[in-house]
């Protein structure tokens, strides 16, 4: 204890966000009131963003395991095998609620974390991914947002040197007061040089490296507590300030320690920080660790150990050492400019012993802290509001009088519309592996040395969440992985980020638990393992709850990159297929959001089966060298879909279709349904993928002709849609940026 | 009249900037930099008569616009025309 | 022809123009650091793309100050080369060893695209086999690569036919809409007198196999490892 | 001891953002603002004793690396420990 800690109170505990119970719980496990710092420990560990505690039991349902996989959950990232020697990393993090008090900071600090989270593992970024959601377009809040968010994801990425290679951008009303802000990242290891967050070796030394701390985002709680009334100004936390030059340092640096073996074990020092980090790095390896604090790097005076331990700082790692390697770790950060200090060492009686100037100021058994964090199983309420939204009928409102019109407008509707404005913001080669750059259904890496690539790919449509969080679940990993099919991969494992309202609502938390069990199941059929994940709950203002959003973030493995197809047409003369099934629904579509402004109805079913089916024929069309583009019908259905394999690619190019009726014709070219994929064949190939189609045994149809400069579009013969590709291209175009231009 | 505004950092938030500044002062041999922030100013010609009124409308101008509020501390100085600056 | 890389704190195009040396053009290359001044041993030093020093002050400001940089001028006069790309191109003019100065992009947003160059001059030993008026296809990736430099500076760059690329539309045309970041009239890259500094703001090493969408970036280097031979592997030290 | 130094753009030189800025705040309603610049400010502790040896150094120090002669200016102010600035 310092003299100049407050007392530790059951309204102190309350005051940092522990309930009663946890906070006798902490009493018993210690068999004694914990001290100051040893309560914001607990407090920070048994928080919902370290502890999972109102998730755990429901995360435990997903399938984490396949015979590829050589990290799955529990680590700072999951990793697959390539083959090759090759090992692939890959995570998502949110920053929402940081990104929204301070949208470039906060955006910026978001893409440092998880680029953290993925060299933590010894492997080197090679590409991020960005999944965005905002709330009104028109409002000037969502602008100055939007203008924050970019380009703080620009600036932290482009100067640590990652390419971005892909990421959604989508609006709904409900993120107005609490905008997502989801990062991937893939990294490239060797698979026989994988490091993990263990403090193994009893006696091995502990190493802070990287940035100084400062008061940075030390637990809100602080703020709550009395006690700093006086002073408070100095006291207050501060907000995380990125620093990518710094971070850049810490990748270099670290990865030479790392290859030359010096490293045992290393986390980064991210929510929680050195709290997080001195407790999880032993409870993983069985050990416990003892820290000195008056040795940590500060850049601020008068820190308390408190805050030391909480700091938030960016751009820190915590390392075990091999005993002896010491001065060879102390070179290799020398070399990169960086502090590199030794703060404690790895013993083994399963306790955390934090001393500041040789005072014990906590000690507490790290299981306690980990392990030992309270699990819940909270009430779930399926919503009374699901009802009404279900009975909607979409196709009781007017059939829009102006097909073209319509199209238009969903074209130019900001989450349909080209998001070049966003992405030509950020680097997308750097490394020189991007071989499909992000503007098509997913991005697409080479591995330099060998004939394979990557694609990777964020997916999720809320509204098919909100109005059935099962099948909506599922259907963002179905389109994921459709994504990477219509790239020609074949998908090797889910990273998630689930974004939801507070989970002490039964209603949020049975959203949560079917969001789960869809996620589950669509792995299951899809047979692709979740390796690693992110929860993120309270995304909500005011009681407002954001729209259910689980991202599905998704990498696969094309076997030979050659085989790497994009979305648009290419040539004058290929057949148009349709690949899947005609079940499609206006309910939870684009077409009611953006004509009607309405969220209602029911989303087509999504058959598991079909959808697997589909995948394999489209990447086995592509495989054998048939298909010239593939694209997936999402938003917008499937005239969107065409317009956009017109005018996405770098020469625009027209196409004359005739679809098959499905009742009415918005149905038909805006209705929305799982499993279904627009390709492009060639002449010379059209015998061959016909036959082909037949052996996959999808349901699959001709439907048109690419070529000419116009998109026309006909449905029993008579023509709904015939714009010039100025005209379409025009809306999609300029969609977006009239929102932030 | 003229007029500057300064927005820095408030005090505790990394300058990450201002530390590699620092950093290659002293490579260049300049070791009597203790510490140094970086910082934007604001130079402007204003069309306005009254100091205190003008001073009034850029203490506005800065917590609407100009600094960002979570990170930025602000001042606002005052240059009559010709004349020496009068802090805040 | 032998080739070093420099990499400064914060360079990220390090490794891309090693690959493309070493595995695509199959030349001796190696990475020089940034407190390394020993380049006998070298004839082209490359200064990649990045953000030296995280760009902060000026892009780069600090870099232009480090000691590889101070030890060029020596290696340009014993009839060294450098290429300077992106960040390296800001380096150059920091360092005085080019004309000019790279502002932040008018537009005040970072740019990473596709650009085209169109060839002013065709005898610098970076571009020399290539036609005058040729259109090369390289992207770019920058937040400040608008070119300045004073009236009498841009007239001694014209009199000298030091400018080397300027952006154009991909029929040829050096106009406005083809002008990514407001460089002034449209400039790219320019060279040093003697032609032997050659600074410019696209990436020519992501634009130097077909899968990367392109293959005019090699022509620099071919022109380059082209030039010394036919000079009879001129380089004096 | 304290000093600032100010780096600008050089008249003659377009200041974009200043323009922007300009334009943002004519946006809010600040039509008195007639020109813009933005510039940087280094405020910096240092450790030193003599005013005009300190302002011989910072000036070297401008010239040297903190800003680029092509396109910008500078000016050195020192405040001496508590005291008013004192203009270049
Ligand atoms: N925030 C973003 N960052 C980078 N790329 C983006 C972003 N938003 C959209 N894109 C790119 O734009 C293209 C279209 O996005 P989207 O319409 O969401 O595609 P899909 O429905 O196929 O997932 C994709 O290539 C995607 O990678
Ligand atoms: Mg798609």
Redesign the pocket.
Known sequence: MTAADPKVTLDLALAHGLTAEEYDRIIQLLGREPTYTELGLFSALWSEHCAYKHSKVFLRLLPTKAPHVLQGPGENAGIVDLGDGWALVLKMESHNHPSFIEPFQGAATGVGGILRDIFTMGARPIAT????RFGDPEDPKTRYLIGGVVSGISWYGNCFGVP??????AFAPEYQGNPLVNVMCVGLVRRDRIFRARAEGVGNPVFYVGAKTGRDGIHGATMASAVFEEGAEERRPTVQVGDPFTEKMLLEACLEAMAGGAVVGIQDMGAAGLACCSSEMPSRAGTGMEVELSRVPRRETGMTPYEIMLSESQERMLLVVAQGREEEVRTIFAKWELDAVEIGRVTGDGLLRVRMDGQLVAEVAVRALTEEAPVYEKPTARPGWLAALHAFDPLSLPEPADYEAALLRLLAAPT?AS?QW??RQ?DQQVGINTLVL????A?VLRIKGTSKAIAV?T?SNARHVFLDPYQGAALAVA?AAR?LACSGARPLAVTDCLNFGSPERPEILWQFAEAIRGISEACRALEIPVVSGNVSFYNETEGEAILPTPVIGMAGLLEDAGWRTTQWFKSAGDRIALIGPDAVSLGGSEYLAILDRRLAGRPAPLDLRVERDVQAACRAAIEAGLVSSAH?A??GGLAVALAEACISGPEAVGAEVELPSLGRHDLTLFGEGPSRIVVSVPPRAQRHFESLMGECQVPWRFIGTVGDERLTLKVGGSVLVSLSLDQIAHAWRTGFDRYVG | MRARVFVRLKRGILDPQGTAVKRALEGLGYREVQDLRVGRVLEMELDATQPDQARGRLEEMCRRLLANPVTEEFTVEIVEDGGRPRLA | MRFGVVIFPGTWSDCDFHYVIGEVLRQPVKYIWHRDTDLRELDCMILPGGFSYGDYLRAGAIAGRSPVVEALPDFVARGGFVLGSCNGFQILCEAGMLPGALLRNECLQYRCQSTSLFLENAETPFTRGLRPGQVLKMPISHGEGKYYADPDTLRALKARNQIVFRYCTESGDVTKEANPNGSLENIGGIVNEAGTVLGLMPHPERAAETAMGGTDGLLLFHSLIGSLVEDGSALKR
């Open positions: 991914l960005d999944s965005l971005n290679v892909g990421g959604e951008v349909i998001k966003v992405y950020y992000p503007g098509s259904d991005g790919t997916d389109e994504n997936d999402a938003e």
